[in-house]
């Protein structure tokens, strides 16, 4: 069984940075898909990034050159770099893994196992 802890949420100005951090519990991510989703007040879940155990990384176009994803393979964790914040970017932060093609990394079913979750908050 893998449990995911999410940690580095917190309150930034517009234009701040913040890093996330998801650290894995259980057997070795060998081939997994990490990603990371958000969900914004009173919307529905959405992709922000995933990157493959050989470290290709994926974005939605609304984080493209702010955020950037990686991975550390060997401590089973993924960062996600988050800077010059904007307040449309609030929402709570989920990371997510699973045995995944490219093809589905943006699809939030495809994804087996999902943190409890990190508030993220900018302010204006």
């Known amino acids: 069984q893998v449990q995911l802890v999410e940690s580095g949420g917190g309150l930034v100005q517009a234009g701040g940075s913040l890093r996330l951090t998801c650290t894995a519990s259980?057997?070795?991510?060998?081939?997994?898909?990490m990603g990371w989703f958000r969900q914004p007040p009173g919307k529905e879940r959405e992709f922000v990034a995933a990157?493959?155990?050989?470290?290709?990384?994926y974005y939605a176009d609304s984080v493209k050159g702010r955020f950037t994803i990686s991975r550390d393979n060997a401590e089973n964790t993924v960062y996600l770099q988050m800077n010059s914040l904007k307040p449309e970017d609030t929402a709570v932060y989920y990371c997510?893994?699973?045995?995944?093609?490219?093809?589905?990394?943006?699809?939030?079913?495809?994804?087996?196992?999902w943190g409890q979750g990190t508030q993220v908050t900018v302010s204006s």
């Open positions: 997510a893994t699973g045995l995944l093609g490219r093809t589905s990394v943006g699809v939030s079913t495809s994804y087996d196992y």
């Open positions: 259980g057997p070795t991510l060998s081939s997994y898909v």
């Open positions: 990157i493959s155990w050989s470290r290709t990384t």
